[in-house]
């Protein structure tokens, strides 16, 4: 079905799960040739990483962590720059290599709380991989994204781990609002 309909909103397709899979396969190739012979911990910003991040990590074939972390700083279709605060951020990410795992950088705000609350922490090296961009939405430029699924208009997305209010995390595919 290429049009849905969540709560009062309508969403046509943007990015089937096959297209996803491909592209996520390949970031995951680039990671383990890029972290061979380290160790990274990977972190998952939830909730909307879930899905992208067992994705990706059933192809990582290096030694690695897994962890997450949760924050939330939007509401509706528009980002409110609230950001509240960070859950789940270990302390033993001291001289580790992180991989930050999102699923969709907007303006940037939200990583770049992430971040300043990671380096905290001292890690030996942050790199960020996203599922979706929208360069043109963003504000705070950030120097550590370093992987991108895909880049994406100015528009308001929902699936595969993305919500509309909440709804429509389980899609399969990526759809893009209609309005
Ligand atoms: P930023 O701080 O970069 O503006 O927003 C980042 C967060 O806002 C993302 O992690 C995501 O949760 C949410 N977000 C931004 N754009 C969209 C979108 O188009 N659809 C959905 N469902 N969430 C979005």
Do not use: W
Not at 53 to 70: H, T
């Amino acid at each position: 079905m290429n049009t849905i309909q969540i709560a009062e909103k309508s969403f046509k397709i943007l990015l089937e799960n096959d297209n996803i899979e491909k592209r996520t396969r390949l970031i995951a190739i680039q990671i383990n040739v890029d972290y061979e012979k380290r160790c990274p911990v990977f972190i998952g910003v939830l909730n909307g990483s879930f899905l992208f991040m067992a994705d990706l990590l059933k192809e990582i074939d290096i030694p690695c962590e897994v962890g997450f972390i949760r924050v939330a700083s939007y509401q509706n279709t528009e980002s409110t720059g609230v950001i509240k605060e960070i859950l789940g951020l270990s302390d033993d990410i001291r001289g580790r290599d992180i991989i930050l795992v999102e699923d969709i950088v907007d303006t940037g705000f939200t990583l770049e709380h992430i971040l300043k609350e990671i380096y905290i922490k001292e890690p030996a090296s942050v790199k960020v991989c996203s599922l979706l961009l929208k360069p043109a939405a963003l504000k705070a430029p950030i120097d550590e994204l370093e992987y991108v699924g895909f880049e994406v208009a100015n528009e308001f997305v929902v699936g595969y781990g993305l919500d509309y209010n909440g709804l429509g995390r389980n899609l399969k595919d990526i759809y893009k609002a209609t309005d």
